[in-house]
């Protein structure tokens, strides 16, 4: 793997050279469920760690492999995970360092799948969620106790928008010992956590990663520097039952020791609850990488113009957009994000959830669907739809009024994008 500092040449050439077989340019897409193994010696050194390589493709797969390799360039990680959906890399991230009796600390401004996977599913197995308002970082330090195993932010609260300080929050959790893990994906591609302090990213790699709305996938990204060996993380520093009493954070050889957590993420997690992406899907995305950066710095572009057009909207009570100065989060966006502000924006329209079901229903260039991050315009009435699930106490917490309405914008003509939502309000 050859290693660049520009994310534009590394989207295209961070994991994958040619092929050795057949000398392709572009990575060959590998439909195969298991490999031959070259003797018994090398099956049980495979099944044992003493070296690496294909055995199932619910553990790994040539296609995966240049998917997950050219992530972890990009991201600045040591290795990473590609999973079945964002969702389940969320799920795996937790229970790969967290057990019945443990408890994390996590932002209140969750995305809805993500706030009943934590609120209600994780206290069914025993894992405990305290959710703390993110916008101070010492918020979190308030609910860390000796149960604690990692303190978990959104880059961007979805849909309120906020921004995490990262750099911050990072601070409170290492200084008690403890990870912080970020799910980035309303940023890629204009912000690296690993860079700010995170010890772990996550993405569902069905938004702006892939880009096309033609995949379901998620990864972990595991930066390779956390020391996994104290009692704080038992998971890892105590033996693991399923692998002959390995403790994953001690007893690794040193090349694979900074990945402890990504391996046992592979090795026990997914290995035998089987979230695995499909080699098809991890093709889609390879593809869909390759443009990236100039679909991110487009989605910005256009994103910030929508905004600064429905503020200035008699109908619309207010916006929300972290490229707005006004936007209380916008010095610690300017801070972090590089090249853009993203492309989601809300807002809420003068008559409340009539009026956002109203014109969301008037939309003609913008495709009314569940998802974020399409290279099309997209729109959604989140109380009535994605978080719907809360209570109305719980999507006050998370920001979502009943009005509200979120927009994801495309890379199309923005003057195109303005009229449609131009022909919608009036």
Same mark, same amino acid.
């Given at each position: ?107 209140? !401004?969750? +995305?809805? #799948? ?8 994780? =206290?069914? %197995?025993? *894992? ?112 693991? !039952?399923? +692998?002959? #009493? ?8 040193? =090349?694979? %020791?900074? *990945? ?167």
């Amino acid at each position: 793997m050859t290693t660049h500092t520009h994310i534009n040449t590394q989207a295209l050439h961070a994991s994958f050279s040619s092929d050795s077989a057949t000398n392709s340019v572009d990575a060959p897409l590998y439909r195969t469920t298991a490999y031959q193994f070259n003797s018994t010696e090398h099956a049980a050194n495979l099944f044992g760690l003493k070296e690496l390589g294909n055995i199932y493709t619910r553990l790994n797969n040539p296609t995966v492999d240049v998917l997950e390799k050219t992530i972890a360039s990009i991201e600045g990680g040591a290795a990473a995970v590609a999973l079945s959906s964002g969702t389940a890399a969320v799920f795996y991230s937790i229970i790969n360092l967290a057990q019945a009796g443990d408890e994390i600390v996590a932002s209140s !401004n969750l +995305y809805g #799948g993500s706030f009943t996977q934590f609120n209600d599913i994780l =206290p069914q %197995l025993g *894992i405990n969620v305290r959710f703390v308002d993110p916008s101070n970082a010492e918020n979190f330090t308030k609910e860390i106790n000796a149960k604690t195993r990692a303190v978990f932010v959104e880059s961007i609260g979805n849909p309120s928008l906020d921004v995490a300080d990262i750099s911050a929050i990072s601070d409170v959790a290492h200084r008690h010992g403890l990870p912080l893990i970020v799910d980035a994906t309303f940023t890629a591609g204009i912000f690296k956590p690993l860079e700010q302090g995170a010890d772990i990213a996550v993405y569902s790699l069905t938004k702006w990663y892939g880009g096309h709305g033609n995949g379901v996938g998620g990864v972990v990204v595991d930066k390779g520097t956390f020391d996994w060996s104290t009692s704080k993380h038992p998971l890892l520093s105590q033996p693991e !039952n399923s +692998y002959n #009493g390995l403790r994953f954070g001690i007893d690794l050889p040193e =090349p694979l %020791l900074p *990945i402890a957590y990504a391996l046992r993420l592979r090795l026990v997690p997914l290995r035998n609850l089987g979230a695995c992406i499909s080699p098809d899907n991890a093709y889609s995305f390879i593809q869909g990488i390759k443009t990236l950066p100039l679909r991110v710095k487009q989605h910005s572009e256009n994103a910030l113009k929508v905004a600064e057009y429905l503020q200035a909207r008699s109908q619309v009570e207010w916006v929300r957009y972290p490229g707005l100065s006004n936007h209380a989060s916008h010095p610690t966006a300017v801070k972090q994000f590089n090249g853009g502000f993203g492309a989601i924006l809300v807002f809420e329209l003068s008559g409340g959830e009539q009026a956002g079901r109203q014109f969301i229903e008037k939309l003609k260039l913008f495709k009314h669907v569940a998802n974020v991050g399409d290279a099309k315009s997209l729109a959604i009435h989140p109380a009535s739809t994605t978080h719907s699930q809360l209570t109305v106490d719980q999507q006050a917490s998370a920001g979502i009024s009943p009005g509200l309405v979120r927009l994801s914008i495309g890379i199309e003509n923005v003057d195109d994008i303005i009229a449609d939502i131009d022909q919608a309000l009036t």
